[in-house]
Nanobody, 124 residues
């Protein structure tokens, strides 16, 4: 089992950058496929980015491709989401998620563990 704690959210202006961090407990972090999701008010939770166990393969939603970068440091049990050129439509609660299966999925149901979320607000 793994516990996830996100940090790094905040309120910024359009065009600014933020880096989210997700710290995981446990000694088996490197065995989890990690993802970031977000949920805006009144909307479904949506996939943002994901990264394989060793960090060699990453996946992005079309809406963030070229602006966001996911990475992981298995030695620090942490996954990051660097967000550049933020837009008002990026405003949401951002969640870190872990899957026991090393298989990419955009669906939240395939992730086994979730953090509590961190708020990102982008104003125009």
């Amino acid at each position: 089992q793994v516990q996830l704690v996100e940090s790094g959210g905040g309120s910024v202006q359009a065009g600014d950058s933020l880096r989210l961090s997700c710290a995981a407990s446990g000694r088996t972090f490197s065995s989890y496929f990690m993802g970031w999701f977000r949920q805006a008010p009144g909307k479904e939770r949506e996939f943002v980015a994901a990264i394989r166990l060793g960090g060699g393969r990453t996946y992005y939603a079309d809406s963030v491709k070229g602006r966001f970068t996911i990475s992981r440091d298995n030695a620090k049990n942490t996954v990051y989401l660097q967000m550049n050129s933020l837009k008002p439509e990026d405003t949401a609660v951002y969640y870190c998620a872990a899957s026991r299966e090393n298989i990419f999925s955009r669906s939240a149901i395939h992730y086994d563990y979730w953090g509590q979320g961190t708020q990102v607000t982008v104003s125009s």
